[in-house]
């Protein structure tokens, strides 16, 4: 099972930045964060990942806390685009490689 | 690049019927998943191909669920018999190999048992 914890549901107005939360507090040291959305009838598709620095790219910031319990995805301008689900994993390690294991995710709305 | 090819995209059955679905991944791409994503839920993984072998299928249901990846390219997941409570989309994705970072998916197929 995901061993995340998110809010199910956000709204956001158009043009301002998203902030995501995800409660990971189990994550071992190893340990990835990774970020994924799915937008309505699409599959998902990847984000962001980090271990323990923030990270950005095109798509989003990326900000895990220190003791990295915790970690925001930020979406610095908003879209109506960007509606849509957005999951925060922690893969399971496996020798064959991750495995990713989504929650419910957060529902995130972006309004006009 | 073409993307992860699912098909058919919509398939409407009766229960006990038998379905399959079809998925071509990207080029190249070793690793091949199919996942169960029921309405409100986020996907299930229920099995993991590497190349044309299996590297985890513990929560295919085996008793109707069965999967193949001949010659390592395109995948084909079965159900046989279907019970209504495997109405889900059916989502294939593929990455260049296990423990990369990212997974493409495909657009999946959405089952309905009737």
């Known amino acids: 099972d995901a061993k995340t914890t998110q809010p199910p549901s956000m709204d956001c107005a158009e043009g301002r930045a998203a902030n995501l939360p995800c409660n990971h507090s189990t994550i071992s040291g190893n340990e990835y964060v990774y970020w994924y959305r799915q937008i309505h009838s699409q599959g998902p598709q990847y984000i962001i990942h980090?271990?323990?620095n923030n990270e950005t790219n095109e798509m989003a910031s990326l900000i895990i806390t220190e003791d990295r319990k915790s970690s925001t995805l930020i979406l610095p301008h908003a879209t109506l685009r960007d509606t849509a689900v957005y999951y925060c994993i922690v893969p399971i390690l496996l020798i064959a490689g991750n495995q990713f294991y989504f929650g419910t995710g957060t529902s995130l709305t972006v309004i006009p | 690049e073409a993307g992860v090819a699912q098909s058919p995209r919509y398939k409407i059955i009766e229960k006990r019927q038998s379905v399959a679905f079809w998925c071509n991944p990207i080029s190249g791409h070793a690793t091949l998943y199919w996942y169960q994503q029921i309405l409100g839920q986020g996907p299930k993984l229920l099995i993991q191909f590497q190349n044309n072998g299996v590297v985890d299928d513990s929560q295919l249901p085996k008793d109707r669920f069965s999967a193949e990846r001949l010659k390592g390219v395109d995948s084909t997941l079965k159900i046989q018999p279907a019970k209504l409570e495997d109405s889900a989309v059916y989502l294939c994705a593929s990455s260049t190999q296990p423990g990369t970072y990212e997974q493409y998916f495909g657009p999946g197929t959405r089952l309905t048992v009737t």
């Open positions: 980090g271990l323990k």
